[in-house]
Every structure is written in C-alpha cells, then in structure tokens.
C-alpha cells in the first residue's frame, strides 16, 4: 500500500523493525491499511494488529489483545485506562526475528478472536471515578451538566480520564475551564 511504502519512507527510527513487521502481518494473511497514521492489518475490515514506533521501542499493537491467552506472557497494557488493546514492544530487530512464530501464533489467534466475533467488555463510564473539581463545576452550573451528560459515553470517559490524569487540584480546575466551551459543542476534549 502506497501510504505504508510513505510512512515507512519518512521515519527516522525503527525502520528496519517496521519493515519486518509489516512482512509477518502480510506473511499472516493479512489486509494492510492504513489507519490512525499508522499501518494497521485488517481481517475481513477489522482491525487485528497496527505497528506504531515510539521513543524507545516499537510495538504491534493488538486492538483486541486482552482477548488474546498471552502463552508467551509479552503482552503489555500500554497505560492503566487501556481496556482492549495491549502490545508486544521491541527494542532491536533481532527480538522481532527471534519472537516471529510466537508473534504470528498471536495474530492468527487474534484472527479467531474475530471470526467469533468476540467483543471487549469494557468499563461502564459510571465506573470510573469523577474528579471532586468537575464534580463541582457541573453542581455549580447545570447548563454544563445537562451538555456533559448528552456527551456520548466515550467522550465523557475521555474527560474524566483527561482530568483525572492531573496530580494537582489547580491543573484539574484549569483543564475543566479550557475544556467547557468544547462541552457545550458536544466534542471530545482533544476534538477541534
């Protein structure tokens, strides 16, 4: 696909990595996409695996992984708030070459995970905690309360994840402020 051979082209790091990759997903039987500036591999239009560069390492991000049995325990939860997806992270090509028939023994069992037709239960936006700030800021103004509460469930879970994540009471207050005319417009806190 042209707009892989593109990413492929520009990065800096993990070049060689990504290429590799790219191989065993193709290898696998695989669609190549392209999807969230990244290369995604698809079966039968779901997303299966995406292969995403950062810092220190690359990753093959498995967007159902939670669903996968791990025999090979490399699976990571990238953040604590991830549900669904978890990544094998590679630091050098060899690790990538020396794990090849565990990662396509993953992805084929991703696969079934599809054609099962398995879903994520994922968190309830009710379970997650709301921050004592917003509480008050939505007591404190209902017009506010009344547009956060038509925000759809995955918007609302990405505020309060959003605010949540400050460790300091001030800079809750302050993205809650910024984030209010965004509330009004029905969008997420990191829409335009």
């Keep these: 696909m042209e707009k892989v051979d593109q990413y492929i082209e520009k990065i800096k790091n993990w070049k060689e990595e990504t290429i590799l990759l790219r191989e065993i997903c193709l290898e696998c039987g695989l669609e190549e996409d392209f999807k969230w500036m990244h290369p995604c591999y698809t079966y039968q239009g779901k997303n299966i695996v995406l292969i995403h560069g950062f810092k220190d390492y690359c990753a093959l991000l498995f967007h159902k992984g939670v669903l996968l049995n791990d025999t090979h325990q490399i699976l990571i939860q990238q953040t604590e708030n991830v549900q669904a997806a978890r990544q094998i992270r590679f630091i050098n090509l060899k690790e990538i070459i020396d794990l090849k028939s565990a990662i396509k023994a993953y992805i084929f069992e991703a696969v079934e995970v599809e054609k099962r037709g398995l879903k994520v239960k994922k968190k309830k936006t009710s379970a997650y905690k709301i ?18 509460n038509k925000l759809t469930p995955g918007r609302q879970r990405g505020y309060l994840l959003y605010f949540s994540q400050a ?26």
């Design 131 to 148: 921050p004592q700030e917003l509480k008050e800021a939505l007591d404190n103004n209902p017009e506010l309360k009344t547009a956060f």
């Design 167 to 192: 460790k300091q009471s001030k800079t809750r207050i302050s993205r809650i402020e910024k984030s209010i005319p965004n509330i009004f417009k029905g969008k997420g806190y990191n829409e335009k």
